[in-house]
């Protein structure tokens, strides 16, 4: 009798708590350790404390780019300014100019994804949705790519615009990549220019204005020598 409690215990306790090689409880499949349930509970807490404390960054960063300008900023003002301890921001981001290139990955995959091959819309209709994307957070596109900015944002923008243009265009004999390069310089002068002017453009008529321009160049660059 006492062989076969003895052995119904120890069969209960290895189904509940199998142990790995090197000792650690292994889980089994279909339930939840006491530690996972902790963990799955917290996730959503910890999520949204993550897009809160970024939030308020990228506010506070806004705010002082308006007011002082990019390059004089310093991670402290920030963290001041958005009321989040230093180790708050450091938890998300290495520097100020993490917090910038940060949001130039979210602002290019924005981009990318109004002017995706697989997007079965016509090409300017994208291209009008990009524009609405910068019109949806024009404040912060305004303070980056405005005279307080940061050239290493405006920069990179650029870049990324030229490279999305090569991308789409046919072979056009011109060496270096000239026609990409001026078009993505173009498209970022427009778009500087439509925030700093209060937009005076819908996002359909500057869409329409910078492909009707961008067109004449490629049609230019494609124009035989004479």
């Given at each position: ?14 189904a509940?708590?199998?142990?790995s ?8 499949p ?44 310093t ?20 520097d ?26 016509p ?57 990409p ?6 498209f970022?002068?427009?778009?500087t220019w ?8 819908s996002?359909y ?5 910078t492909a ?15």
């Amino acid at each position: 009798m006492r062989d076969n409690v003895s052995q119904s215990r120890h069969a209960v306790r290895e189904a509940m708590l199998p142990v790995s090689r090197m000792g650690w409880p292994v889980a089994i499949p279909g339930r939840c350790t006491g530690l996972d349930k902790e963990r799955n509970l917290s996730q959503p807490t910890d999520n949204v404390r993550v897009r809160r404390t970024r939030k308020l960054l990228r506010d506070a960063l806004v705010e002082l780019i308006e007011e002082r300008g990019f390059e004089r900023l310093t991670v402290g003002q920030i963290t001041e300014r958005a009321m989040v301890s230093r180790a708050a921001f450091y938890r998300n981001y290495r520097d100020k100019y993490h917090l910038v290139e940060q949001i130039f990955d979210e602002a290019m995959e924005a981009l990318l994804g109004t002017m995706a091959d697989e997007d079965e819309r016509p090409p300017i209709e994208r291209w009008v949705a990009f524009f609405e994307h910068v019109a949806g957070y024009r404040r912060l596109y305004g303070a980056l790519l405005g005279k307080k900015g940061s050239p290493w944002f405006a920069a990179k923008m650029q870049s990324s615009l030229s490279n999305n243009v090569a991308q789409h265009l046919d072979s056009i004999p011109t060496s270096g990549g000239l026609v990409p390069t001026l078009l993505g310089g173009m498209f970022v002068q427009a778009i500087t220019w439509w925030l700093e002017n209060e937009r005076p453009l819908s996002p359909y008529e500057i869409a329409t204005e910078t492909a009707r321009l961008a067109s004449a160049v490629i049609t230019e660059a494609n124009r035989p020598p004479s």
